[in-house]
């Protein structure tokens, strides 16, 4: 209360409307329980494939929409909603650079104070493991990556193991470490895919949800970095507070660690 002679009535705001796309998928149901329980928001849409995107979005009047379809359409999804002016905040994989030069060049042509936020891991456990990887990388002869996963999944390497191979590869490669050494001649696709340079290992078993492993080896010692997200709720918390700061943020984010200000 400001003034003594004031009512003492609390703040009223309007809640933020939210869409989520690929409503009916594993991460989708999850989002929709979240944004239901959360202050502040609410769920105006739930969206799965064979709806039109447009439509949907004037009639629920959505101001933030959240993404976990799939691979092959999300690129599209987020482009339709820069042309509606809904702030995107995106889980799904299958992000690259080009598809990511894509969107920039759109945000900026539309200039429309649209925040896309695309985050390969919503959880605080791969965020952190993500970044302290990525610190201690320099000091290690060897990394390598081993993600594992639920048989369900439908790309691989994960999108978090090439996020976490990205930063590792330019922490390393601003200190000047070279490669990591590998003797092998016969065999190579025993060692793995390999992301900006470094080997990324993917596991897919019964019982999984989502992990990760970054492995850091020096002579005579060995760092082992493990997140486990072992349900889906892990991923809440982060999908939240994206939702929350997108009107506050334009342009392209890629990654919860700015968010977090831990990047
Ligand atoms: N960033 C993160 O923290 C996380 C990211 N993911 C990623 O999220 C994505 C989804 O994962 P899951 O929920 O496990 O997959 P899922 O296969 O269970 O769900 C995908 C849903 O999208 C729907 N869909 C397909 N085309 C659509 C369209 N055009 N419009 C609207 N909906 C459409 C499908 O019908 C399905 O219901 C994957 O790329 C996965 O890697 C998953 C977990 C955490
Ligand atoms: O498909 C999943 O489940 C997950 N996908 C994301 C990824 O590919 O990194 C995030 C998390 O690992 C779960």
């Not at 202050?39 to 105006?44: A, F, M, S």
């Not at 994206?242 to 700015?258: D, Y």
């Not at 977090?260 to 990047?263: A, D, K, P, Q, S």
């Given at each position: 209360?400001t003034?003594?002679t004031?009512?003492?009535t609390?703040?009223?705001?309007?809640?933020?409307?939210?869409?989520?796309?690929g409503a009916?998928g594993?991460?989708?149901?999850?989002?929709?329980?979240?944004?239901?329980a959360a202050?502040?928001?609410?769920?105006?849409a739930?969206?799965?494939?064979?709806e039109?995107?447009a439509t949907?979005?004037?009639?629920?009047?959505?101001?933030?929409a959240?993404?976990f379809?799939v691979?092959?359409?999300?690129?599209?999804?987020?482009?339709?909603?820069?042309?509606a002016g809904?702030?995107?905040?995106?889980?799904t994989?299958g992000?690259?650079?080009?598809?990511?030069?894509r969107?920039?060049?759109h945000?900026q042509?539309?200039h429309?104070g649209?925040?896309?936020?695309?985050?390969p891991?919503?959880?605080l456990?791969?965020?952190?493991a993500?970044?302290?990887?990525?610190?201690?990388?320099?000091?290690?002869?060897s990394?390598?990556?081993?993600?594992?996963?639920?048989?369900?999944?439908v790309?691989?390497?994960?999108?978090t193991?090439?996020?976490t191979?990205?930063?590792?590869s330019?922490?390393?490669?601003?200190?000047g470490r070279?490669?990591?050494?590998?003797?092998?001649?016969?065999?190579h696709?025993?060692?793995?895919?390999?992301v900006?340079?470094?080997h990324?290992?993917a596991?897919?078993?019964?019982?999984?949800?989502?992990?990760?492993?970054?492995?850091?080896g020096?002579?005579?010692e060995?760092?082992?970095?493990?997140?486990?997200?072992?349900?889906r709720t892990?991923f809440m918390?982060g999908?939240?507070l994206?939702?929350?700061?997108?009107?506050?943020?334009?342009?392209?984010?890629?990654?919860?660690?700015?968010l977090?200000?831990?990047?």
């Open positions: 209360m003034s003594s004031a009512p003492d609390p703040e009223t705001t309007n809640p933020l409307r939210v869409a989520v796309l009916q594993r991460m989708g149901k999850t989002v929709c329980d979240a944004v239901e202050d502040g928001l609410e769920l105006v739930r969206v799965d494939s064979g039109d995107l949907v979005l004037e009639r629920s009047k959505a101001q933030v959240v993404d379809t691979p092959s359409v999300t690129e599209a999804n987020v482009h339709a909603l820069i042309d809904v702030h995107a905040v995106v889980g994989t992000w690259d650079e080009a598809s990511l030069g969107l920039s060049e945000l042509r539309a429309n649209v925040s896309v936020l695309i985050a891991n919503f959880s456990s791969a965020v952190f993500m970044t302290l990887a990525a610190k201690a990388a320099p000091y290690f002869e990394v390598e990556i081993v993600e594992l996963h639920h048989p369900d999944k790309d691989a390497p994960s999108g193991a090439r996020h191979a990205a930063a590792i330019a922490t390393r490669s601003a200190a070279g490669s990591s050494p590998d003797a092998t001649e016969t065999g696709e025993a060692r793995g895919a390999v900006d340079g470094i990324v290992h596991v897919r078993l019964r019982g999984l949800t989502a992990h990760e492993e970054i492995l850091l020096n002579p005579g060995q760092l082992s970095i493990r997140q486990d997200s072992f349900e892990s918390p999908v939240v994206a939702v929350r700061k997108a009107p506050s943020r334009p342009g392209l984010t890629v990654g919860l660690e700015n977090l200000e831990i990047g």
